[in-house]
């Protein structure tokens, strides 16, 4: 049963619905949609036990974000939360579970953004900061700039509180053996023909204010002090209640040259196009047609989403605000 206040959030959901409603799609709709990094995801390759454990992760997050938002939290509030549970998994290549440097170390980069005020914060190549995705935030609200990276970003987290870790924390034995087996390979390895797992959140909450974050290790064996799309506003994370929330997941350098998340807004804002039709075209035309491997969520101030991907699958779920958590990982057919 709901208490007042999650009547009260579901109330002001129904009167945005209403008054925004510009497709014939039934509400309820997404409050919150998620990512766990897009790649060659194949069913011949996973085991059912381990196809559980993605599983239950992801459904796991999107409660967490969803109970978030019933009680009235924030969609930032949501964002981070997910993200949070995403990053303390070793499942994922983000906080535990990161992908190593060539040189054998894991650097992380994490972003965060406000639809409603537009504000961002972000971090770059940390190295002991547990929840890279706390950081970010705290840049955004703390800080009176947007990004900080390495060392910096390291001592304005610690004076924020947040909990830092010993390098070891971020060991896990799968990607070190990813990290070993990919030395010696001319180039970095690709997110099309490897899985990587970044995690990324789009969410609505009941004020209709959308929020966006991402978070990853990046690329495995990238050069130290490579930075990738995920930090980069307008690149890997972009929000907007004139448009859309977007969080991003592949080859990050095609989606930095590209400028992806804030492309996909700026064909809603000046093209008129939903976010359906601007995604797609930005991840399976612009994105496709110079082979760059990756996929978006996106969310708009309605609750409409698409998870747009051009590799063989992508770990992904969303939910309503009543509803049970829907996750997905293969194919672009839901299966
Ligand atoms: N976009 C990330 C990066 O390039 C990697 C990924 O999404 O898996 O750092």
Known sequence: ???LKKLLVL?????????????????PKAVLVIHGGAGTILKSQMTDSIEKLYRNKLSEALLVGQAVIQ???????????????????????????AVFTEDGKNEMDASIMDGNSRKAGAVASVTHVKNPIMAARAVMEQSEHVMMIGNGAEKFAI??????????????????DQHKNALGDTVIVDP???????????????????AAG???????????????????IGA????SNESCAVSATGHGEFFIRNVVAYDISALMTYKGLTVEEASDEVINGKLKAINAGGGVIALDREGNFAIPFNTPGMYRGFISLD???QVYIYGPKGE
């Open 1 to 3: 049963m709901f208490g």
């Open 11 to 27: 109330s002001v959901f129904v009167l945005l619905a209403s008054c925004g409603k510009t497709s014939d799609k039934p509400f």
């Open 71 to 97: 009680n009235g939290g924030t969609s930032l509030d949501a964002v981070q939360s997910v993200i949070v549970v995403l990053e303390n998994s070793p499942l994922f290549n983000a906080g535990k579970g």
């Open 159 to 176: 004076s924020q509180g947040l909990e830092m870790v010993d390098e070891d924390y971020f060991f896990t034995q799968k990607r070190f």
């Open 192 to 210: 099309i023909q490897k899985k990587y797992g970044t995690v990324g959140a789009v969410a609505l909450d009941g004020f209709g204010n959308l």
């Open 214 to 232: 991402t978070s990853t290790g990046g690329m495995t064996n990238k050069r130290f002090g490579r930075v990738g799309d995920a930090p980069i």
């Open 236 to 239: 890997g994370t972009y929000a």
């Open 323 to 325: 509803g049970q958590p």
